[in-house]
């Protein structure tokens, strides 16, 4: 018997190199993505920008891997948008840069809610 699991995979292709590419820029993450020998991804951000910082735009306040910005910013947001980044975050993903797609929707809606109260 065998079961599927339904989860997107990103094969290690010269298509799959440039997603992630993309994936990481919109996460404001500069960096090289490549098929290495084994077949797998060889990502390598570059050094500058591997410090990772508040999302908040325009905060550049280094925060943990594990927390979304600095605490003013994050308090800032209203509960259930915490609750979606909460929901949707992998620890791991600031270290593999693979956040999940509901991740990135929930990081876009974030941004989206930041840039109406500017108005
Ligand atoms: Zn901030």
Sequence with gaps: MTEKKRAVR????EEGCGR???ILRAHGVEATV???KDG????HAQ??????TCHWPVCDKEVPPAMWGCKTHWFSL???LQDRIWATYRPVQEITKTPSSEYIAASR???QWIAAQDQ
């Design 47 to 52: 050094s500058a920008t591997t410090r990772h």
């Design 109 to 111: 809606e974030v941004q």
């Design 40 to 43: 797998r991804f060889e990502i």
């Design 10 to 13: 990103y094969y290690a292709t």
């Design 20 to 22: 992630v590419r993309g």
């Design 78 to 80: 209203p509960k259930r």
């Design 34 to 36: 490549s098929v290495g």
